[in-house]
């Protein structure tokens, strides 16, 4: 079992920065890839960044260039640092851990980006 706890978010105007946190407990040696989706209302939940155990990168196109993904080596932190934000970032961020073949989730955290 992965306990997930993200942090971080809030309100923030266009063009402003944010960074989240996502603290693991619990069985964390198996962490494989970590990441952040998030999901605005109406919405699917969408991947934004993926951070491998080899600490190789992904972002969705949107975001990239903006955002930027880590982790720490003991496999207890994950972080997602958001700059330039606009206002369509505005969602619900969650952090996930994929440990095998089961992912594990936080509860989320708000950001909006408005004026």
């Known amino acids: 079992q992965v306990q997930l706890v993200e942090s971080g978010g809030g309100l923030v105007q266009p063009g402003g920065s944010?960074?989240?946190?996502?603290?693991a407990s619990g069985s964390i040696f198996n962490i494989n890839s970590?990441?952040?989706?998030?999901?605005?209302p109406g919405k699917e939940r969408e991947l934004v960044a993926e951070i491998s155990n080899l600490r190789r990168t992904n972002y969705r196109e949107s975001v990239k260039g903006r955002f930027t993904i880590s982790r720490n080596n003991a496999n207890s932190a994950v972080y997602l640092q958001m700059s330039s934000l606009k206002p369509e970032d505005t969602a619900v961020y969650y952090c996930?851990?994929?440990v095998s073949v089961k992912n594990y989730w936080g509860q989320g955290t708000q950001v909006t980006v408005s004026s």
């Open 34 to 40: 970590m990441g952040w989706l998030r999901q605005a």
């Open 18 to 23: 944010l960074r989240l946190s996502c603290a």
């Open 96 to 98: 996930y851990a994929a």
